[in-house]
Structures are given as C-alpha cells and as structure tokens.
C-alpha cells in the first residue's frame, strides 16, 4: 500500500443530523457525554435522520450523495453498500439510518472495526492533549509492514476517524460513487472528491 488517505464526506452534499433529541444520540454514539453507546447490531433501533440547514434552517438543500455525513460519523448510500461488500463485510459494521427526504432508500452509518496501532508519531505531526493523548493528526507516517493490506482502518486514538488504502479510493471512483472526500494530510485545502 503506497499512500493512505483520510476519508470524510464532501461539504459540496447534504449532511445529517437526527430528527428527535434521541435520533441525534444515537448518531453521536462517539461523542462522550452527548450520545448514548453505541449499541450492538442487533438491538439497533433505525434513526431518522433530517438534512441540516443551518442553524436558522436558511440554507438550501443539497443533493444526497453515496457519502453523507452525520458530524463525525460517516453514512454511505445502498449503492456504496453493494459496490464495496467486500470492503465493508471485512473491516466494518453497517448500522442501516433513514433519512426523511429520501424515504424508502436505505443509508448505514459505517463503524469501522479494524483497528491499527500502526502510527509512526516520531515521523508525523501531531496535536495532543495535556496528558500527552494524540489529539489530532495533521501528517501521518505509518510504520512499514503495518498496515497488512487493509482496505479501511482506524487508529485507537479516535473511533470516527477513517483510512483507506488506494485500492478503497479506486474503487469508488470506479463504482461512479458521489462525495467521497480522500485527504493525503488533514489541512488538505483541495481533497479529491468523487
């Protein structure tokens, strides 16, 4: 695996938020003392969700892409489900979400589950915290041999951020996929979007 790229959703599409105080809890399930734990699969109540528009509600609505966002969560259309099955029945758990202006079209919220430990910190630049926690990783360098082929990973610094491989980012662009975002650094100014 040559380069790794960070993976978010393009501004450039609609993003989420839930439609109840409770729909929103469970979509923040990353978010320490703002939403409710993340639950397993199988007792999974589906969250409706609605798109923002801003806090007074202002701004228009956006096309819906294979690729919105939920804040830090990634959601990936049935289309995405189906063109990366392979992908994603090996490194994630897809929790299914609805949302309102797409009624009868089935979203997930992707949970990555492979974690690797396999940050070089010495050659990446980094932010952290007062107790000496990886914060923010602006570069990345990971350490060789150490990403074992995997297609979608995260580190165990933060559970809702994403890396994918090239092969991810290839496969996406080949499926005809709508707003992924691959970053090579975090302050990427201008991410390749699909």
């Known amino acids: 695996m040559n380069e790794v790229f960070l ?33 397993p699969l199988s007792e999974w109540k589906t969250p409706l969700l609605t798109q923002y528009l801003g806090e007074k509600g202002k701004r228009r609505p956006r096309k819906i892409g294979d690729s919105p966002s939920v804040g830090a969560p990634t959601l990936i259309s049935q289309k995405a489900a189906d063109a990366l099955r392979d992908i994603w029945e090996r490194h994630a758990i897809l929790y299914p979400v609805c949302l309102d202006d797409a009624p009868g079209v089935m979203y997930y919220m992707v949970i990555v589950k492979t974690v690797l430990d396999c ?34 990973f995260r580190l165990p610094y933060n559970e809702a951020i994403y890396y994918v491989s090239e092969r991810f980012k290839a496969r996406a662009i080949e499926a005809g996929l709508k707003g992924f975002v691959f970053k090579t650094h975090f302050w990427e100014r201008n991410p390749f979007t699909s």
């Open 7 to 39: 993976w978010r959703s393009s501004d450039k599409y609609a993003g989420y938020h839930g439609k109840t105080k409770e729909d929103d809890r469970k979509v923040a399930w990353n978010v320490l003392g703002v939403g409710d734990p993340l639950p």
């Open 119 to 152: 940050l070089d910190e010495s050659a990446s630049r980094v932010a952290k915290d007062h107790k000496g926690r990886i914060r923010t990783i602006y570069d990345w360098v990971f350490k060789d041999g150490c990403l074992d082929d995997s297609d979608l």
